[in-house]
């Protein structure tokens, strides 16, 4: 599986972007699928994942202000994320997993090159 991460960037608190994870030599609806992220001098942290069957799991941090969606016919999961916070300052990666048991660990089967995101005060 490749994945490959769009739509990272410069918004001030308050605003949004969204992000685009595209892949290719899998079918992503059969995979649990994720964004990561890790913020300069903090470890990994999952952000968000959806399952096979579309059921949807946010951190604590980011309820109500992310939302991860799958467009099928398009193989490609996305990231809204509104209400940015400086807090939100991090390199993000997408990823995909052969079983949300690994997710659960923190890790992934299949890696997607991280994306920028910087918030601005």
């Known amino acids: 599986v490749q994945l490959q991460a769009f739509g990272g960037g410069s918004v001030q608190a308050g605003g949004s972007l969204r992000l685009s994870c595209a892949a290719s030599g899998r079918t992503l609806s059969t995979l649990p699928t994720g964004w990561f992220r890790q913020a300069p001098g903090k470890e990994r942290e999952s952000v968000a994942r959806?399952?096979?069957?579309?059921?949807?799991y946010y951190a604590d941090s980011v309820k109500g202000r992310f939302t991860i969606s799958r467009d099928n016919a398009k193989n490609t999961v996305y990231l809204q994320m509104n209400s940015l916070k400086p807090e939100d300052t991090a390199i993000y990666s997408c990823a995909a997993s052969d079983s949300v048991a690994r997710f659960l660990r923190g890790d992934a089967n299949y890696w997607g090159k991280g994306t920028l995101v910087t918030v601005s005060s």
């Open positions: 959806v399952h096979s069957i579309g059921t949807t």
